[in-house]
């Protein structure tokens, strides 16, 4: 085990414990949420990526390996009295073919239950971890800053712009999964690297292409499993910077040595070196590609990320920033790329939300669900790009195929079905799209896909007549007050139309009054 030494146990009961199954090990750690005071942490290797990536199985040995591992961290938690703590794995773990079986097998031997990490999630935390922890990141990030994510098996890159998140993809071309795709070339090619090169490259062509419109990034940030494995090789960094210097000659050195000698030279793992020429060919074919001003080092980690989130759902002073702008940053990108109406999309968020806050004591939902309603409200037209007659179809199939930081992979299905029954085109009361969800979050999407119909309804002229509105509720009715200098005829047969799901949603009818402001 790799832990911190030197530090005195503190039991107290606001410490949590967090546990990562990642592709190189079983990551663990215990924080204070308070104040993301790190009492201890600590990794056990455990090679899980490498049998994945070969035979796409964990065996019953791996596996065995994963219980021990997860006893010891167990066993850790409870010297320091730590009762609090979840498991998680990510998308390494569940690429293999037997990972329920094996996720089961586990809880049964240690009760530690193994939660599923979407992609899109595993993004937001890393992120949410440089937002908190890299030093200066507001400042690289108003700049354009680009973060590479470097896997075992995949590799990640999450761009800034002007201060904002701009987008997040992901391509399964991690080192780990390359060196063993490869394995077979490497040990009969001469020219191993160039066909290393050209692997990569092919593979990178098609991911760049799809990227959005070309942004100049000053500032790229490489973190991830696979480059603690580059670690020693690193100089002497300039509070984390690397000169491009310096990583030219990392890469010829890499490129001309062989595994013996790296091994010997930097002290690592022989069993692990053979990922190292893979990992610096990835890397310089990025750098090359996006040709970023500064190269920046970072060692945070996708735990660190998960402390973050521990602390914002204990309701924390300590996070630096809005975690819910990743979330609406990411559903704005993807109205964007699907070319929506902006116009007549923001003014249906503005009277979403506007009809939410008023309307808390009829629907009472809280500030996750308003947050869900506000995604949906930014993309529930996306479907128009293909057919603006079936677009709330089209609509909720995008977004259950798209990623959206911050939403785990149940939100982002209750968004999709919102987006499919916020038209008037889709039956009443069909609820045959909610059988899929428990009965709790049947009532959430049935809520919000109610008020989202009626905000809706109040600019469907897309000419954006309304300039605010009031909201009442007397006499068992609620009434919307239009503040307008124009007619509203259009919108009040609409609203009639729509308002009716809202009425068998909440047993109140709502109804829409012009107020002439000429």
């Given at each position: ?99 329920d079986f094996v996720r089961d097998q586990l809880f049964n031997r240690t009760g530690m239950w193994v939660h599923k990490l979407t992609v899109p999630e595993e993004a937001y935390h890393r992120t949410s971890a440089v937002m908190q922890s890299f030093p200066h990141f507001d400042k690289l990030s108003q700049d354009g800053t680009v973060l590479v994510n470097v896997g075992g098996g995949t590799v990640e890159l999450i761009a800034f712009n002007n201060g904002t998140f701009s987008f997040a993809r992901n ?348």
């Amino acid at each position: 085990m790799e832990a911190k030494k030197g530090l005195v146990i503190v039991v107290t009961e606001t410490n949590q414990g967090l546990v990562v199954v990642e592709s190189q090990g079983v990551a663990f750690s215990i924080t204070n949420p308070k104040d993301l005071h790190k009492i201890e942490t600590g990794t056990y290797p455990v090679p899980v990526g490498e049998e994945i990536f070969s035979s796409h199985l964990l065996s019953p040995l791996l596996t065995a390996a994963l219980q021990d591992a997860l006893l010891a961290v167990k066993q850790v938690f409870a010297d320091y009295g730590v009762t609090d703590y979840a498991t998680y794995g990510g998308q390494s773990f569940f690429e293999a073919d037997n990972a329920d079986f094996v996720r089961d097998q586990l809880f049964n031997r240690t009760g530690m239950w193994v939660h599923k990490l979407t992609v899109p999630e595993e993004a937001y935390h890393r992120t949410s971890a440089v937002m908190q922890s890299f030093p200066h990141f507001d400042k690289l990030s108003q700049d354009g800053t680009v973060l590479v994510n470097v896997g075992g098996g995949t590799v990640e890159l999450i761009a800034f712009n002007n201060g904002t998140f701009s987008f997040a993809r992901n391509l399964n071309l991690g080192p780990l999964r390359v060196f063993e795709d490869l394995k077979d070339v490497q040990r009969s090619a001469d020219n191993y690297v160039d066909i290393l090169r050209e692997f990569i490259d092919s593979r990178l062509l098609d991911f760049l292409r799809l990227l959005p419109q070309k942004h100049d990034y000053k500032h790229m940030i490489l973190m991830g499993s696979a480059l603690r494995l580059l670690t020693p090789m690193w100089p002497k960094l300039d509070k984390r910077r690397l000169q491009r210097s310096d990583f030219r000659e990392i890469v010829r050195q890499v490129t001309r040595a062989s595994d013996q000698f790296l091994s010997s030279q930097y002290g690592i793992d022989p069993d692990l070196v053979s990922q190292v020429l893979p990992t610096m060919t990835l890397l310089n074919q990025l750098v090359r590609k996006l040709d970023p001003d500064a190269i920046w080092i970072s060692n945070l980690r996708l735990i660190d990320g998960l402390e973050v989130n521990q602390a914002i759902e204990s309701g924390s002073h300590a996070v630096k920033f809005d975690p819910t702008e990743e979330t609406i940053a990411s559903a704005l990108t993807l109205s964007n790329w699907y070319h929506v109406d902006e116009k007549h999309r923001d003014t249906t968020v503005t009277f979403a939300l506007q009809l939410f806050d008023r309307l808390r004591k009829l629907h009472k939902l809280g500030k996750r669900e308003r947050l869900l309603l506000e995604t949906a409200a930014l993309i529930t037209d996306i479907g128009s790009y293909i057919d603006t007659h079936s677009h709330a179809q089209n609509s909720e199939y995008i977004i259950n195929s798209s990623d959206i930081m911050g939403l785990s992979s149940r939100e982002l299905a209750i968004v999709a079905t919102i987006a499919r029954y916020h038209t008037s085109a889709t039956p009443q009361l069909d609820m045959s799209a909610l059988k899929s969800f428990g009965g709790a979050d049947r009532l959430i999407v049935a809520k919000l896909s109610a008020i989202l119909r009626v905000a809706d309804s109040l600019d469907t002229s897309r000419r954006q007549k309304i300039d605010n509105i009031s909201v009442s509720m007397r006499g068992e009715r609620v009434t919307i007050t239009a503040s307008t200098h124009e007619n509203l005829e259009l919108e009040k047969w609409t609203l009639g139309q729509k308002g009716r799901f809202f009425e068998a949603v909440f047993g109140m009818p709502v109804r829409l009054k012009g107020r002439n402001t000429q």
